[in-house]
């Protein structure tokens, strides 16, 4: 990995999470069993990070999937089991008040290339989940936006 700006950390672990880190960019690497949002939120408040973005692939045993309609304020939660690949899995870092929020959303395919996405409130892995952290050292701040109600980046 070139370094940028800074020196690179070979592979360090923080708890079970595995990390690669290279002056504001991170490679995260969970394992079986971890959960997703809970390690990477873990990672984030021990690292300082004020905000950024998330990619990354991965494999799930089960997950909690979140549905918030933008206009009626409503959401609907529904749990997955079994062997679901992130077909895609993207998402950013901010903050409400002083306690940092990793939101992400995800497509999951199933064995039968069934597929479902929505935004992923928790995930625990299956094999290993691959994560890449682009990082900002500003806090970005997520407060309710007046018309909706919803959560919104304030930027």
């Given at each position: 990995?070139?370094?940028?700006?800074?020196?690179?950390?070979?592979?360090y672990e923080e708890g079970s999470?595995?990390?690669?880190?290279?002056?504001?960019?991170?490679?995260?690497?969970l394992d079986q069993g971890e959960e997703v949002v809970e390690s990477l939120t873990t990672m984030i408040r021990g690292r300082g990070i004020g905000g950024g973005s998330i990619s990354g692939i991965g494999m799930f045993s089960q997950v909690?999937?979140?549905?918030?309609?933008?206009?009626?304020?409503?959401?609907?939660?529904?749990?997955?089991?079994?062997?679901?690949?992130a077909v895609s899995l993207l998402g950013n870092i901010s903050y409400r008040g002083y306690l940092p929020e990793v939101t992400l959303a995800v497509v999951l395919a199933d064995a039968e290339f069934d597929v479902r996405g929505g935004r992923l409130v928790s995930g625990?892995?299956?094999?290993?989940?691959?994560?890449?952290?682009?990082?900002?050292?500003?806090?970005v701040k997520r407060?309710?936006?007046?018309r909706s109600g919803m959560p919104l980046l304030q930027v």
């Open positions: 990995m070139h370094c940028r700006g800074g020196a690179l950390e070979l592979g999470v595995r990390v690669l880190a290279d002056g504001d960019r991170y490679l995260v690497r909690e999937l979140l549905f918030q309609d933008p206009v009626t304020g409503q959401s609907q939660r529904r749990s997955l089991e079994g062997s679901l690949s625990e892995v299956l094999g290993s989940c691959e994560l890449f952290v682009n990082s900002v050292v500003e806090r407060l309710p936006e007046e």
